[in-house]
C-alpha cells in the first residue's frame, strides 16, 4: 500500500460574499467555510468586528468562546486520528476513534443544542448563555473520552502492525513513549499518528482544565 494525499481546494468566492453582507449575516457565511471548524471560523469572523469596532465582549462570554474553540479542535484531533488508522488499515482503532468522536457530538447538542456549535458565536460575544448543569454534564462528557482515548492511543502505539513498520535506525522522539523508529514510505504516516495522538491528548488536558465563569458575570 502506498498512500498519498493529495488535496485540491475551488475556490468559492468565500470573501467576495460578505462585501455586501450584512454584519450579523455575516457569521453564517464564516461558519460555512468549513463544517468540522464552524465554530473556529465563526469565533475568527466575530473577533475582526469587535476589533474594527473597538469592542469588547463579556467575560463570560469569552471564557465559553475558548471553551467552545478547544472543545471542537479536540473533536476535529480525534477525528483525525480515526482516519490515519483508517489510512493504515487499522480499522478496530478507527472505529473507536469514531465512536469516541460521536459521544462528544452528543453531549454538544445536550449542552447548547447544536453538535458543531453552529449559530452561538456571533459578534458581541454570544447568541444565547449556557445552564452551568449542561455545562457539568458537557465537562463529563470529555473526562470519560479523555480515559477513554488514553485507552486507544495506548493501544494504537502498541500494536504489533504498526511497529512492525519501522526499523532501527531512525527515531521519532515523544511524549508517550519516548522513541520510535520509523522508515520507508510509512515513516510519515506513522509519525503523523503519533503526533495527532500526542496533541489530541494535551488537548484533552486543557479542555478538562478550563472552567466556566459564574453566572454574575455579565454576559
Known sequence: MHLELRHFYTHKGTEKLFEETL??????????????????????????????????????????????????????????VGGLCTDVGFSVAAASATRIKESLLQASSECCGTRYWRGIGVPGGLRFDVESRKVL??????????????????????????????????SFEGKLHGSWPLSGRWRGQ??????????????????????????????
Not at 463529563?140 to 473520552?145: E, F, G, K, W
Not at 486507544?152 to 526499523?167: G, H
Request: glycine content about 4%; some cysteine.
Open 23 to 80: 454584519v450579523n449575516a455575516g457569521t453564517m457565511i464564516a461558519e460555512s467555510v468549513s463544517g468540522d471548524n464552524c465554530f473556529a471560523h465563526a469565533v475568527a469572523y466575530s473577533q475582526a468586528v469587535e476589533n474594527a469596532c473597538r469592542a469588547d465582549i463579556p467575560t463570560r462570554a469569552s471564557a465559553i468562546r475558548l471553551i467552545g474553540l478547544e472543545f471542537e479542535r479536540l473533536v476535529c484531533h480525534i477525528s483525525d
Open 137 to 170: 454534564e458537557l465537562s463529563q462528557a470529555v473526562s470519560l473520552a479523555a480515559r477513554q482515548f488514553s485507552d486507544l492511543a495506548r493501544v494504537i502505539l502498541e500494536t504489533p502492525s504498526i511497529q512492525n513498520r519501522s526499523k532501527p535506525r531512525e
Open 190 to 219: 506513522v509519525a503523523s499518528i503519533w503526533t495527532c495522538v500526542a496533541i489530541t491528548l494535551t488537548g484533552i488536558t486543557i479542555v478538562c482544565s478550563l472552567k466556566f465563569p459564574s453566572r454574575t458575570t455579565e454576559m
